[in-house]
Antibody
Framework: EVQLVESGGGLVQPGGSLRLSCAAS????????MSWVRQAPGKGLEWVAN????????YYVDSVKGRFTISRDNAKNSLYLQMNSLRAEDTAVYYC??????????????WGQGTLVTVSS | QSVLTQPPSVSGAPGQRVTISCTGS?????????VHWYQQLPGTAPKLLIY???NRPSGVPDRFSGSKSGTSASLAITGLQAEDEADYYC????????????FGGGTKLTVL
């Protein structure tokens, strides 16, 4: 059974940093692209970043470029999101998602339960 | 403001058929990029419902179907059930934005 378990969320002040983790199991982690998708309270979904199987390609939504870094450790079956210079508008539940390429982009076939990041003073 | 436009809400009685639209433009759906659909039950993570415009993953009932035409896509749900009450999101790719992977704003389905 595919399982994705996020951790690392919490309350952080504006300008602060946080590192999210996602522990994967039930599939060959190193064979899949992986993504982070977020959802602000009461709002819709927003794709944040994704990373290739070997970490050699990464893509980010413009609003987080230069502030967030996606990475992975295939030996530990883990995905990470390092978030720096956090802003109030980064407040959201962050989901880790397994990603499959379909034509020009990816879709997300399995999702974790999410971890809440709150940016507030 | 989402690049893909969905109605904020739709409703239907049990057993009825409802459709949820996802309207894009020439830089996303109209350019031929594929559409995927997700269901988010209250308080839970999203779940893949339809991929590649009309394909159902294993385990998704055939009551759910997707289609795409021109600059729009649609999700149809037949034989509506109480447990279908959820938020539904479409997703595609946009070639003109830095957002790249884009979602619709979501549609709240209420089963009357």
């Amino acid at each position: 059974e595919v399982q994705l378990v996020e951790s690392g969320g919490g309350l952080v002040q504006p300008g602060g940093s946080l590192r999210l983790s996602c522990a994967a199991s039930g599939f060959t982690f190193s064979s899949y692209w992986m993504s982070w998708v977020r959802q602000a309270p009461g709002k819709g979904l927003e794709w944040v970043a994704n990373i290739k199987q070997d970490g050699s390609e990464k893509y980010y939504v413009d609003s987080v470029k230069g502030r967030f870094t996606i990475s992975r450790d295939n030996a530990k079956n883990s995905l990470y999101l390092q978030m720096n210079s956090l802003r109030a508008e980064d407040t959201a539940v962050y989901y880790c998602a397994r990603s499959l390429r379909y034509s020009s982009w990816w879709y997300f076939d399995y999702w974790g339960q999410g971890t809440l990041v709150t940016v507030s003073s | 403001q989402s690049v893909l436009t969905q109605p904020p809400s739709v409703s239907g009685a049990p057993g009825q058929r409802v459709t949820i639209s996802c309207t894009g433009s020439s830089s996303n759906i109209g350019a031929g990029y594929d559409v995927h659909w997700y269901q988010q039950l209250p308080g839970t993570a999203p779940k893949l419902l339809i991929y590649g415009n009309s394909n159902r993953p294993s385990g998704v009932p055939d009551r759910f179907s997707g289609s795409k035409s021109g600059t729009s896509a649609s999700l149809a749900i037949t034989g509506l059930q109480a447990e279908d009450e959820a938020d539904y999101y479409c997703q595609s790719y946009d070639s003109s934005l830095s957002g790249l992977g884009v979602f619709g704003g979501g549609t709240k389905l209420t089963v009357l």
